[in-house]
Structures are given as structure tokens and as C-alpha cells.
């Protein structure tokens, strides 16, 4: 089964950018999809994005409103998040998923990855948006 880490995270002001990487490693093999999500203190976990297996299958959680970024690197098994702009109600900890979508469409995957039911995520990166 394939797994996750993600890197990083870390302290930022207002207005900064900082981008988040997720490798994968294990097995994985044909289309597979990755996700990203995050959860502040005491709040649900929340969509960030997902990167399907081809350049046309991406989709960002509505609050993004393209200050974020989301591109895979399928050689280095790598996803990247991209963070612009950020602000103190960014701050939280961000996970990422690997899933190999058998069995399913990207919309499936996608599907699931919105509801956080999506192959292994990984222990998650702390991102602190200082005012």
C-alpha cells in the first residue's frame, strides 16, 4: 500500500508564500490521484485540491480562489501546493493522500477525496500564518 509524507510547513507572515511538497512512496502503479486537505484548530478537516493523473483533472476547494497551486512531478512521485497570499485563517495543518482510484472515474476519486475518504493520508505539516 502506497504512503505519504508530507514537507514544508512552518511559520509565515501575512501576505508570504510557501509551498508544500507530498511524496509518495510504496505501491502505486497506473492513474492514480493525490489530494490535499487541512484542518484548523477546532474545525472540521477541510478540501484543499486534488491532481488527477492527467493535466486537465484538477480541482481546488472553493475558499483557494487561485491563491494556491497545485502540480505533480509523477517521476519524483511528488505533489507540490503551492501557497500564495496567504492569511492567518490559513494556518493549520495540512495533509496530503495518494489513491489509486481502481475501480473509479476521476470524478469518483474526487468524490471521495471531498470527503476525506481517500487511500492514506499522510501525518500532516503545520502551516502558522503569523498577522
Known amino acids: 500500500q502506497a504512503q505519504v509524507e508530507e514537507f514544508g510547513g512552518g511559520s509565515v507572515q501575512a501576505g508570504d508564500s510557501l509551498r508544500l511538497s507530498c511524496t509518495a512512496s510504496?505501491?502505486?502503479?497506473?492513474?492514480?490521484?493525490m489530494a490535499w486537505s487541512r484542518q484548523a484548530p477546532g474545525k472540521v478537516r477541510e478540501f484543499v485540491g486534488a491532481?488527477?493523473?492527467?493535466?486537465?483533472?484538477?480541482e481546488y476547494g472553493d475558499f483557494v480562489q487561485g491563491r494556491f497551486v497545485i502540480s505533480r512531478d509523477d517521476v519524483k512521485r511528488t505533489m507540490y501546493l503551492q501557497m500564495n497570499n496567504l492569511k492567518p485563517e490559513d494556518t493549520a495543518i495540512y495533509y496530503c493522500?495518494?489513491?489509486?482510484?481502481?475501480?473509479?472515474?476521476?470524478?469518483?476519486?474526487?468524490?471521495?477525496?471531498?470527503?476525506?475518504?481517500?487511500?492514506?493520508w499522510g501525518q500532516g505539516t503545520q502551516v502558522t500564518v503569523l498577522y
Open positions: 491532481a488527477g493523473w492527467s493535466a486537465d483533472k484538477l
Open positions: 493522500a495518494v489513491d489509486p482510484c481502481h475501480g473509479t472515474t476521476w470524478y469518483g476519486c474526487l468524490t471521495r477525496a471531498k470527503k476525506g475518504d481517500f487511500g492514506s
Open positions: 510504496g505501491h502505486i502503479f497506473g492513474n492514480y490521484a
